[in-house]
């Protein structure tokens, strides 16, 4: 059974933020938030984590192994380097929209996004390192079946985005409603998911459902380990397999 | 008449160097390719354009006010400090879906996008400075009436996500197809769309059908000059208009 | 005759902030310094100057190229995306060192670096467009003759340090007591210098003097032309010249 | 006594590197440089280290608290990030000269720096875990007495830093020939050292000869750690007590 850790990164009061006093410029806006995230994902990320953007202002993390005293020091360096501040939520659960339910509900406690006295809040648990598995994290890893030589080498920019962006949200809604699953666009033609204990036979359907109702073909590699990156690992490794080999669902545990 | 300038910036042979000589960690794509985004959005930004991270391996920028030589400078210079390289396309029309398409030619022209022998391309033609006008850019700014209130602060952090998501994926559709538009979400509740001459009719119509097809209400401040950033800074105190007033649809010409 | 435009970039109050409320994490500070002049660096080196990291709270720039407007708008996108704020002081001189005391005058009259009340301060002249000619900026570009197997290869990696560094602090202080010059330590055994009208016979008694004083052997190659990256590529390509053939000093104009 | 974790972290081939096939652009040299460098002060700081970026080439890290596995992890991401790859040499001892003198021969005697063939090599000894105590770092912090007020409003920036500068160039020989310490600018009028057990008389006799020798006067304080981090921190505090009470050296543990 999958024991998912999931933090909610939530930037402080960050639309008031850009429009004070003026609106700010949105080329400075995009750097920073982009660039912030990429700080977000290298902290995680070198811990065994997985950060996903979202919506920039508020940030979705797999956290497993990441304990309550690395999510201090990642509020205090962003404290340090940035112009604004985090609140981060952290829990856990035996789905990732459990955890990120109750991670939520932390930081909705403590106070409106936009509550400009609510700074810099840090709540919640982890799993206790004596309590990780191998079972704990299942990561699938989704990509468009020829993507290049279908889409980006024939339609224009834009026609492409839309096509793997209506894939993206079918899955999404899908994988959520269906699988309690957070499913995040992570550029190109790729769709990382955070699952509970799924099997070949739940992502079989939601490849056909995405093709039913978006039209678009999608192949997925999937993963199960102690942390997000081991098990996203394994889903790429998986996924390499469905590309070698034509199939649409592999599975590596 | 509007007379946008787009750029397409294509990562040349991404998808394979990511999975070469085996996955990289997503942590680092992620890093890699968010970085990128935010120093081409300074570049691009600080003479006026904008750019939007789309893909990331394919993001769609307006450059009016740009010339070739900044482009190549701009190749130059990601050449200098990336593990990967640019390709760019470069094209004006009298709507930016046009120019998307004329630019997104020259590069699938020149080779397929995971051609490893095509690398660093830079084609195409600009708005001569002698020919702009105050008219050539047009962008709107959308976003999501009372997001925080109704969302961030009610539901968790996916499901306000997924909410977002559909009124942007709504959004971009109805944009492209019928006004020839080219919307982009930027993070919060934003969506920035870059159009040609449109008027508040259009707009009243744009936000009505998101409001049907996806439930997501919107409000949305248009600006219009020679380049994204003095057309977009128009249309941010616009939206901010709409936000003081209650109104739905601002222009700010 | 050269016609050097200099920037002093000044971090507002930095020391203080350093320590407020109580000390910050030293990594954090070096990592926000470090990326603060990266940013600036592409911001100037993508208009053909160079900036320097100097005491990184303090640096110095060449700036031919640039314009008021363009200061204004780094000094706003810093603001936008630090924690800190910028001043800029900006003047031009027959010599560096004349125009960098103009500079550091005009940030001193409007207050010290550590007055909370001085922020922001964007003042000073430019060499305007119709005055610039190809002799305006001369760049010297120095390295030590077989760094990396008489030091590197050889010695602890602090030993060779310190005799980069007494290098360069011989150097440093007679370019500019003897010839008016700005010279900065760029990394690895280089060592860029800003000057004035300078010969072949001078660059030859820096290069002496720096010998007979620190014992460290240097070559050089200069270059000039209208902004510091012309000339400052000029004599990179000289002090190619010099590595193939041995020789001490190649100037390249 | 003290038990320094020194990391010798050098990029590959570098030299070579920034004049193939022609001299790269010096502003994006320099991004490169100052942003890998943010990078792994990021990484090594958020495991308690210290780095400091020396050559830039040639970095030196204070590293007690991070183990192999984590160098791994730096190589590996750098790689997946910069168009450089770094190696990595980490040795314990005594002195910090000591521990630097071994780290750098790991390097050394796996090929020149300048070696093509030698590239992302590996090696070395930690403090393990086990054998932690809280005495294994000690770190000195300097500054410059009332340096705003006596250089900075009233040289020219240039002149201010040859001040500065001598000053760093006194202190890092004494402390390297006389106390086995290695010493680094960090910005500033800030020189922070790397010691073995040092006690209040040679931290006196170091500002006596900085004074003496340079005609600069100094500060100092000091603290000691299971990390550079911790030790650190103390040392920033003890400064303080410098700076409110006019003491010249303050010891805090």
New interface residues.
């Given amino acids: 059974m999958t024991n998912t850790q999931v933090t ?1 990164v ?1 930037i402080d009061n ?2 008031p933020w ?2 004070t006093p003026e ?13 912030l ?3 977000i ?6 811990r065994g ?3 996903f ?6 940030m ?1 993390a797999v956290t497993n192994g990441v304990d309550l005293e ?1 999510h201090a ?2 509020r ?2 962003v404290g ?4 604004v501040t985090l609140s981060l939520g952290v829990a856990t659960g035996t789905t990732p ?1 459990q955890a ?2 109750d ?3 932390l930081l ?1 406690d403590a106070g ?3 509550d400009k006295n609510r700074r810099e809040v840090l709540d919640g648990r982890i799993v206790g390192e004596e309590f990780r598995t191998p079972e704990d994290v299942q990561i699938a890893h989704f990509d468009v079946v020829n993507a ?2 279908q889409y ?11 096509e ?3 894939g993206y ?1 079918a899955l ?2 899908y994988m ?1 409603h269906t699988h309690d699953s ?1 499913s995040f666009f ?4 790729n769709v ?1 998911a955070v699952c509970p204990d799924l099997e070949a036979a739940e992502y079989e359907d939601a490849v056909a459902h995405v093709e039913e109702t978006a039209g678009v073909t999608l192949q997925v590699g999937a993963g199960r380990a102690r942390s997000a ?1 081991e098990a ?2 394994a889903a ?2 998986a ?2 397999t469905c590309r070698a080999d034509g199939s649409r669902v592999e599975l590596e545990w």
């Fill in positions: 909610l939530q960050y639309g850009t429009v609106p700010r410029r949105e080329a400075d806006l995009q750097t920073m938030q982009s660039r995230y990429a700080d994902s290298q902290f995680v990320g070198n984590g997985y950060v953007f979202t919506r920039f202002d508020n979705i690395d020091l990642l205090e360096s340090n380097r940035y112009p929209v990120l339910e991670a939520t509900g909705q409106s996004a936009q290049t030589g980006t080498d024939r339609l224009n920019a834009f026609d492409t985005f839309i793997i962006e209506q949200a999404m809604k959520r957070l992570v550029g190109g033609d990382i990156h996203g690992i790429k490794h996924l390499e």
